[in-house]
């Protein structure tokens, strides 16, 4: 166990949701918790024997200070190194009173303790090894989560899957450096250590897997900020109309002006364990108007932005216009990695509820990977096919599948994926071993760096100053 000789004070926080509550927990972690704690906690009137104390019981008394009860409670010691931190720590559970909880505070701070900051707690942890640094930003996802299937990747972060991942890639790739590094030590004698057809079939594997990883950020990603889904169409298609059907509430402003909305408006919305994140866009449509075209812009690079579009179409408008716009819409989506929802709205005007329409448009378009339904924005009619129609658009990942989540990793194998090719490239043209193993070397540091094997006190403080005080 590595002792974390820089933090020698012991820190304090309330670890539970800021305000009133039934109950709220006060963490205290360091050297010095038990002596402090057992100083101000006092059971059946007596002090608590420090030499007593049972790890990982929870014991009820009272807490005291300058003989005034302050409060009843229950405290738990956690004795080091099995604790979250690492280190001697204690948790007590007060009455949830915003004053028992800032009085607690106080006392443990004039018994020596020190405010923790924010994200203090997990960094002691890391810092003791408790976790790597991919786990413990999995803690906060895990906080922040939202939706089930947000809540299911956090998990499986902190379980380890990822690490372990990043450890196999980086155990590849220090042997493959090992080996070339050795010619460098003979580099006289012009000697060949490294296979170099075994060299260019590993660095090929190792590449496979890391762009694997890189390109789950995008499904990742969705799924911890809600999967982007950008509603867009000619003016007066009921857009506006949808999104505040799709919320349950008044959010856009609706009305049979053509132009309506100027800006995008976005809001999220979980539906069956999914979190979704729906952008009503302006109208499009050929316009003078300096604001209007700013909006329409952003449309257009929402459309991009997207993983699901749903183009809305307006059943009252002719066939035709509605082809050549269903045709517009289908030429700004990337079928590669975007899916395409038309929704054919105001049914509730047709006597058919739009199944002519339906039938002709799937034909003429041609295409099975657009996806088309009718619905009445209005009447709320068609939502549920919508629902389904979005669950199934999305790929969902197999539980077990690993998913990269944070901006932090995708952007630290994107960088190894760089180094990487250039480490083909340098075999592929038979450059200097030492440019080689330069280039290695880079990309070993860049895998290193998402799990903190290889980090700085700077990146640190920048991960760990995001967590809330308390955790
Ligand atoms: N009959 C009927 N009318 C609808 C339906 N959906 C929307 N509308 C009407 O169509 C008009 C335009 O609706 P909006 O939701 O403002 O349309 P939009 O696409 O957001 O329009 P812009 O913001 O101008 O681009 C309004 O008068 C709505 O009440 C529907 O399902 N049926
Ligand atoms: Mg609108």
Not at 37 to 46: D, T
Not at 350 to 367: S, V
């Given at each position: 166990m590595q002792v974390n000789i820089l933090n020698t004070d012991t820190i304090c926080a309330i670890?539970?949701?800021h305000g009133m509550g039934a109950i709220a927990v006060v963490r205290v972690s360091g050297v010095s918790s038990f002596p402090i704690v057992s100083q101000i906690f006092k059971r059946n009137g007596k002090p608590f024997d420090i030499g007593k104390i049972l790890s990982h019981k929870a014991y009820y008394g009272h807490i005291v200070d300058n003989g005034a009860l302050i409060d009843e409670v229950l405290v738990t010691f956690f004795k080091g190194p099995h604790s979250f931190t690492g280190e001697d720590s204690v948790e007590i559970s007060v009455h949830g009173s915003v004053f028992i909880q800032q009085k607690l505070l106080q006392i443990l701070i004039a018994h020596g303790c020190r405010m923790a900051e924010a994200g203090e707690f997990t960094r002691r942890a890391f810092v003791n090894r408790k976790f790597d640094l991919a786990q413990a930003e999995a803690i906060a996802d895990l906080i922040s989560s939202e939706s089930e299937a947000a809540h299911r990747v956090a998990i499986n972060q902190l379980k380890g899957g990822f690490s372990k991942e990043l450890q196999v890639l980086r155990s590849k790739l220090l042997e493959m450096t090992s080996l070339v590094e050795l010619e460098l030590d003979f580099s006289e004698e012009d000697?060949?250590?490294?296979?170099r057809s075994q060299l260019k079939a590993l660095l090929q594997e190792i590449l496979v897997k890391v762009n694997k990883l890189k390109d789950s950020f995008r499904l990742g990603n969705a799924i911890k900020n809600g999967i982007p889904v950008a509603i867009v169409?000619?003016?007066?298609?009921g857009k506006s109309t949808l999104l505040n059907a799709l919320l349950g509430e008044d959010r856009a402003i609706v009305s049979?002006?053509?132009?309506?909305?100027?800006d995008t408006i976005e809001e999220t919305l979980n539906i069956n364990g999914i979190l979704y994140r729906f952008i009503d866009t302006a109208g499009l449509r050929a316009t003078d108007e300096t604001i209007e075209k700013i909006g329409i812009e952003r449309s257009y690079k929402k459309i991009a932005e997207a993983n699901v579009v749903i183009g809305m179409l307006d059943a009252t408008t002719d066939y035709e216009s509605m082809l050549l716009s269903a045709n517009e819409i289908r030429s700004k989506v990337d079928f590669g990695h975007q899916q395409l929802i038309l929704c054919i709205n105001?049914?509730?005007?047709?006597a058919d509820q739009g199944e002519a329409t339906l039938g002709q448009l799937r034909q003429d378009l041609n295409n099975d990977d657009i996806l088309v339904i009718c619905i009445s924005a209005k009447h709320k009619f068609g939502l549920n096919d919508l629902y389904n129609t979005l669950k199934h658009s999305?790929?969902?990942?197999?539980?077990d599948t690993t998913l990269v989540t944070n901006v932090r990793h995708y952007e630290a194998l994107v960088h190894a994926n760089d180094s990487l090719e250039r480490v083909q490239q340098g075999l592929e043209m038979n450059i200097p071993t030492d440019l080689v193993s330069q280039d290695l070397r880079q990309a070993l540091y860049h895998l290193g760096s998402i799990t903190g094997e290889i980090t700085t006190d700077e990146v640190l403080g920048s991960i760990f100053s995001r967590f809330c005080i308390g955790k």
């Amino acid at each position: 166990m590595q002792v974390n000789i820089l933090n020698t004070d012991t820190i304090c926080a309330i670890a539970t949701a800021h305000g009133m509550g039934a109950i709220a927990v006060v963490r205290v972690s360091g050297v010095s918790s038990f002596p402090i704690v057992s100083q101000i906690f006092k059971r059946n009137g007596k002090p608590f024997d420090i030499g007593k104390i049972l790890s990982h019981k929870a014991y009820y008394g009272h807490i005291v200070d300058n003989g005034a009860l302050i409060d009843e409670v229950l405290v738990t010691f956690f004795k080091g190194p099995h604790s979250f931190t690492g280190e001697d720590s204690v948790e007590i559970s007060v009455h949830g009173s915003v004053f028992i909880q800032q009085k607690l505070l106080q006392i443990l701070i004039a018994h020596g303790c020190r405010m923790a900051e924010a994200g203090e707690f997990t960094r002691r942890a890391f810092v003791n090894r408790k976790f790597d640094l991919a786990q413990a930003e999995a803690i906060a996802d895990l906080i922040s989560s939202e939706s089930e299937a947000a809540h299911r990747v956090a998990i499986n972060q902190l379980k380890g899957g990822f690490s372990k991942e990043l450890q196999v890639l980086r155990s590849k790739l220090l042997e493959m450096t090992s080996l070339v590094e050795l010619e460098l030590d003979f580099s006289e004698e012009d000697v060949e250590f490294a296979d170099r057809s075994q060299l260019k079939a590993l660095l090929q594997e190792i590449l496979v897997k890391v762009n694997k990883l890189k390109d789950s950020f995008r499904l990742g990603n969705a799924i911890k900020n809600g999967i982007p889904v950008a509603i867009v169409g000619q003016t007066n298609t009921g857009k506006s109309t949808l999104l505040n059907a799709l919320l349950g509430e008044d959010r856009a402003i609706v009305s049979d002006i053509a132009g309506t909305t100027r800006d995008t408006i976005e809001e999220t919305l979980n539906i069956n364990g999914i979190l979704y994140r729906f952008i009503d866009t302006a109208g499009l449509r050929a316009t003078d108007e300096t604001i209007e075209k700013i909006g329409i812009e952003r449309s257009y690079k929402k459309i991009a932005e997207a993983n699901v579009v749903i183009g809305m179409l307006d059943a009252t408008t002719d066939y035709e216009s509605m082809l050549l716009s269903a045709n517009e819409i289908r030429s700004k989506v990337d079928f590669g990695h975007q899916q395409l929802i038309l929704c054919i709205n105001k049914v509730d005007t047709l006597a058919d509820q739009g199944e002519a329409t339906l039938g002709q448009l799937r034909q003429d378009l041609n295409n099975d990977d657009i996806l088309v339904i009718c619905i009445s924005a209005k009447h709320k009619f068609g939502l549920n096919d919508l629902y389904n129609t979005l669950k199934h658009s999305q790929p969902l990942a197999h539980p077990d599948t690993t998913l990269v989540t944070n901006v932090r990793h995708y952007e630290a194998l994107v960088h190894a994926n760089d180094s990487l090719e250039r480490v083909q490239q340098g075999l592929e043209m038979n450059i200097p071993t030492d440019l080689v193993s330069q280039d290695l070397r880079q990309a070993l540091y860049h895998l290193g760096s998402i799990t903190g094997e290889i980090t700085t006190d700077e990146v640190l403080g920048s991960i760990f100053s995001r967590f809330c005080i308390g955790k």
